[in-house]
C-alpha cells in the first residue's frame, strides 16, 4: 500500500474514532425508553418495563415466541406502539452460549480483543466471523496473571433476533447473557437509527475538516496578497515622502536670496573633498594603500596597490560617497610590488550623512 493510502487509511480510522467517542455520550443523553426481554428454558421470551421503585411497571409482560418471523405478529398493538423507538435488552438463555475461561497475563489486558478474536476458533466451535462473543471483566489472580469468561456463541441466530426486534420498530438492540448467574455480558449490540446518526456525525466531522483545510488555505492565500499589498503600498508612501523631502529642500535652497542661504546652498550641493578622504581611509582593506589621490572638482583618481583590485569598484559603489567607480588605466603586477597596481576614477557625491 501506498504512502498515501496508508495516511487515507488512517485518517478514516482517525475519523471513525472520534465519531464514536461522540456520539457514545450523546446517545447516553437521549431519552431513549428501556424493555427487558428474557428468555426462560423453554425459549419463550418475556418482555416487560424495568420496573420503577416502589412500583411495577406499566405494562402487564407479555410472552411472546421465539419462532423465526413471528416475534412482531406475536405482539400486541399497545406493545408493538411502546417498542417503537425503544431500547430492547435481550437476556438469552446460558445454554445457547458457550463459556470458556482463559488465563492470561496482565499485561495482556491492553490487547485483549486481539488475543481473543486469534483464538475464538480455537476456543469455540465458531470462526470470528462467525460467532458473536464478549468477555467477563478480567480478575487479577496469583502470579501476576489475569482471568476472564469468553462468552460466545453463533453470530446468524443472534442477528437474526436482534433484526426481528429493529424490524417492529426499536432503535437498539443489545443482546447479552448472564453467565452462571454473574453479571450481564452483552455479546451484541444493534442500532437501526444510530448507525444513520454515527453515518451524519462521521460525514460532519470530515465536512469540518475539509472546510477548515480549504479555509486555511484560503486565509494564507489572503493573507500572502495583504502582505505583497502593503509591501507596496509602503513603497510608495515612502518614495513619496522622499519626493516631498527633496520638493522641500530644493524649494528652500532655490529662494535662498542671502549669502548665508547661499552659501548653505553650495554647501549642500558641493562633495567635500575632507568627507571623501576620510570615508576613502575607511573603506580600503587593510592589504589595499594609495600612492596617488587626486581630487578634480566632482572627480576623484585613485592609485595604488592592493591584492584585489576588482573588489575596489565595489566597495565605492556601494559608498554613499563615491558612484560610477572605473578603471582608467589597465592594473598591472610588478615582480617587486606586493599585490596589483590599480588606477581607479569615480565620481564623488555630497552626502553629509542621515538627516542633511
Known amino acids: 500500500m501506498s504512502s498515501l493510502g496508508l495516511v487515507a487509511k488512517a485518517f478514516s480510522l482517525w475519523i471513525e474514532t472520534v465519531a464514536r467517542t461522540v456520539s457514545a455520550p450523546l446517545e447516553k443523553l437521549k431519552s431513549v425508553r428501556r424493555i427487558e426481554v428474557v428468555e426462560d428454558d423453554a425459549g419463550i421470551f418475556t418482555m416487560q418495563l424495568p420496573a420503577k421503585p416502589g412500583k411495577g411497571g406499566d405494562m402487564p409482560p407479555c410472552r411472546i415466541a421465539a419462532a423465526e418471523g413471528q416475534i412482531c405478529r406475536s405482539l400486541s398493538p399497545e406493545w408493538a406502539a411502546m417498542i417503537r423507538g425503544g431500547r430492547i435488552e435481550v437476556l438469552l438463555r446460558p445454554s445457547r452460549f458457550v463459556f470458556r475461561q482463559l488465563d492470561l497475563p496482565s499485561r495482556a489486558v491492553e490487547f485483549l480483543n486481539g488475543i481473543i478474536r486469534a483464538q475464538i476458533d480455537r476456543l ?32 446468524a441466530a443472534v442477528v437474526s433476533l436482534a433484526q426481528e426486534f429493529s424490524d417492529c420498530g426499536a432503535a437498539i438492540v443489545e443482546v447479552s447473557t448472564a453467565p452462571f448467574g454473574a453479571e450481564r455480558v452483552m455479546v451484541h449490540n444493534q442500532r437501526a437509527g444510530g448507525r444513520t446518526g454515527f453515518g451524519r456525525l462521521r460525514l460532519a466531522l470530515v465536512a469540518g475538516l475539509a472546510t477548515a483545510a480549504v479555509l486555511a488555505v484560503l486565509s494564507r492565500g489572503v493573507a500572502g496578497l495583504l502582505c505583497d499589498s502593503y509591501d507596496t503600498q509602503q513603497q510608495q508612501i515612502q518614495r ?16 535662498a536670496t542671502t549669502p548665508i542661504e547661499l552659501l548653505a546652498r553650495r554647501k549642500l550641493t558641493t562633495p567635500s573633498s575632507v568627507m571623501a578622504i576620510e570615508a576613502l581611509s575607511a573603506l580600503l582593506p587593510d592589504d589595499t594603500y594609495a600612492t596617488d589621490v587626486r581630487i578634480e572638482g566632482n572627480k576623484l583618481q585613485l592609485v595604488g596597490i592592493t591584492r584585489n583590485a576588482p573588489s575596489l569598484i565595489q566597495i565605492l559603489e556601494q559608498s554613499p560617497h563615491f558612484s560610477s567607480a572605473v578603471f582608467f588605466a589597465p592594473t598591472t603586477r610588478a615582480a617587486n610590488e606586493p599585490g596589483e597596481r590599480f588606477h581607479i576614477e569615480a565620481r564623488l557625491k555630497a552626502h553629509f550623512g542621515f538627516g542633511s
Not at 470470528?128 to 453463533?154: C, F, K, M, N, Q
Not at 515622502?241 to 527633496?246: D, K, T
Request: no cysteine; hydrophobic share 40%; aromatic share 6%.
Open 124 to 155: 469455540t466451535p465458531w470462526t470470528a466471523s462467525e460467532a458473536v462473543y464478549h468477555w467477563t471483566p478480567p480478575r487479577g489472580v496469583a502470579g501476576d496473571r489475569i482471568e476472564l469468561t469468553i462468552v460466545a456463541t453463533g453470530r
Open 240 to 255: 513619496r515622502i522622499a519626493e516631498r523631502r527633496a520638493i522641500l529642500r530644493g524649494s528652500q535652497i532655490g529662494s
